[in-house]
């Protein structure tokens, strides 16, 4: 996995995940994030796809507006996660739009094992949101970014420190799908230190244990609306 920040404002990265055959990329500009991703799918027991991403430690959430994704297969996705690794078998907690399948809600709960998806139908422009509260995960969807509607939740045994990001799919590896995001905000307090995987944001507590400071709401881009 090769991690880059290029073209992307602090403190997101990028990095390809899994075994894509078109290397994945993102920019940003005046409130929009664009991404292109490949990869087979972000589904079953491994993922493959572009990920934009931040560090989190604990209760932590992501909220975007995909407002355009290319329908390089039904089943492209674009939208939120929470991972908890950059290994393709990871655990994660993801809602996705897709080009013509709806609104999804997926999880994988175990390394290694078989996603599951709850899935109504919808199209982008749509806002999407992964809460994660304990070992809790709630995805929800929203037509205005006001009145959320759940899609579900799900209990992981995820470790506290966790990637969280949006994340594209072409569901056709070897093209890339073009998606669209604004309105990208995170609730999150700060990861600490990880070795060899991404910025340090976090800081040592007593004892040299870390301890993340309270949530604080993180709007990256533009305000949005909550609900």
Known sequence: IELTSLDLPAPWQQADVGA????GSATYSTGTFSVSGSGNDISGTADQFHYVYDQAAGDC?????????????SWAKAGVMIRESLNENSTNASVFVTPAQGVSFQRRNSTGGTSAS???????????????VGNTFTGSRSVNGITWETLGS???????????????????????CAATFD????????????AGHGPHLGGAA?????SPP??????????????
């Open 118 to 132: 709850t899935t109504l139908a919808g199209s982008a422009p749509y806002w999407v949101k992964i809460k994660r």
């Open 20 to 23: 894509v055959t078109a290397a």
């Open 206 to 210: 007593d004892g040299g244990q870390p």
């Open 183 to 194: 309105n990208v905000s995170t609730v999150l307090p700060t990861a600490p230190p990880t």
């Open 154 to 176: 799900t209990t992981i045994a995820m470790s506290a420190n966790v990637w969280i990001g949006l994340a594209v799919t072409s569901h056709n590896n070897g093209t890339l």
């Open 214 to 227: 309270p949530p604080a709401h993180r709007p990256f881009l533009l305000p949005q609306a909550t609900g």
């Open 61 to 73: 959430e992501i909220v975007t507006r995909v407002t355009g994704v290319n329908n390089t297969h």
